[in-house]
C-alpha cells in the first residue's frame, strides 16, 4: 500500500516571502500522480497543483511550483510571494496511474502567514 | 457552476443512532468518493462510485458503514449503531472521470459528524 508522510506538523512565513512545505511518499509503482491540496479553516479542500511521475519537468501554477524527485519520492511544494491567502493546511496527495482513482492523503501542514 | 455540496453541514449523535450524510456531486460527474477526515489528519478514503456502481468499498471501516448511489447521482452515507469513534468530517468529492492526470476531485465543505 501506498504511503504519503509529511513531516512538518506546521511551517509559518513571512508576507511576500517563499516557503517550502515537505512531503515524501512510499511506493512500488513507476506511474503515479501527485497532487498538493490546500484546506483553508472553512473546510472545502481546493487542487493547488499537480505532477505526472512520468514527466520529469517540475509541474508550476503561478506562485506554485513543485520539486519533484523520483528517484528519492520526494514532492515538495514552493509558495512564492506568499500571501495572507495562503494560510491553511495543506495536504500531499497520491493516485495510482493502475488501480482506482482514490487519493492518499498525507497528515498534512498548517502553513500560517505573518503580516 | 455549482459545487459539490453536502449536508447536512454538522450532525450530532447520540451513541447508538443512525445518520445518513448526503452528497450532491457536480452535475455530470460520474465519480463519487467519500473520505473520513479526523480532526487534525488528512482525508482517508472510504468508497468510490463509478455512476451508480461502487467499484471500492475497501476503505470502509466496519459493516456499520454503507454507501449507496442508487441513479448515478445523489448519494447517501449511512452509518448504523454510531460510536464515539465515527466522529469526523465526512468528505465527498466528484469527478468526471477521464483518463489521467485531468481527472481532478472536487471537493464538498463536508459534514461534522459528532457522536455523544
Known amino acids: 500500500a501506498q504511503t504519503v508522510t509529511q513531516s512538518q506538523p506546521e511551517m509559518s512565513v513571512q508576507e511576500a516571502e517563499t516557503v517550502t512545505l515537505s512531503c515524501t511518499y512510499d511506493?512500488?509503482?513507476?506511474?503515479?500522480?501527485l497532487f498538493w491540496y490546500k484546506q483553508p479553516p472553512s473546510r472545502q479542500m481546493i487542487l493547488v497543483i499537480r505532477?505526472?511521475?512520468?514527466?520529469?519537468q517540475n509541474a508550476t501554477e503561478n506562485r506554485f511550483s513543485v520539486n519533484f524527485q523520483k528517484a528519492a519520492k520526494s514532492f515538495s511544494l514552493k509558495i512564492s510571494d506568499s500571501q495572507l491567502g495562503d494560510a491553511a493546511m495543506y495536504f500531499c496527495?497520491?493516485?495510482?496511474?493502475?488501480?482506482?482513482?482514490?487519493?492518499?492523503f498525507g497528515a498534512g501542514t498548517i502553513l500560517r502567514v505573518k503580516s | 457552476g455549482a459545487g459539490v455540496s453536502q449536508s447536512p453541514r454538522y450532525k450530532v449523535a447520540k451513541r447508538g443512532q443512525d445518520v445518513a450524510l448526503r452528497c450532491d456531486p457536480i452535475?455530470?460527474?460520474?465519480?463519487l468518493f467519500w473520505y473520513q477526515q479526523a480532526l487534525g489528519q488528512g482525508p482517508e478514503f472510504l468508497t468510490y462510485?463509478?455512476?451508480?456502481?461502487?467499484?471500492?468499498k475497501s476503505g470502509l471501516p466496519s459493516d456499520r458503514f454503507f454507501a449507496e448511489r442508487p441513479e448515478g447521482s445523489v448519494s447517501t452515507l449511512k452509518i448504523q449503531r454510531t460510536q464515539q469513534e465515527d466522529s469526523a468530517v465526512y468528505l465527498c468529492?466528484?469527478?468526471?472521470?477521464?483518463?489521467?492526470?485531468?481527472?481532478?476531485?472536487?471537493f464538498g465543505p463536508g459534514t461534522r459528524l459528532t457522536v455523544l
Open positions: 468529492a466528484s469527478s468526471l472521470s477521464l483518463a489521467g492526470i485531468t481527472d481532478t476531485q472536487y
Open positions: 452535475s455530470g460527474h460520474v465519480s
Open positions: 511506493t512500488s509503482e513507476s506511474d503515479y500522480y
Open positions: 462510485f463509478q455512476n451508480e456502481a461502487q467499484l471500492d
Open positions: 496527495a497520491y493516485r495510482s496511474a493502475y488501480y482506482g482513482n482514490k487519493l492518499v
Open positions: 505532477q505526472e511521475a512520468y514527466k520529469q
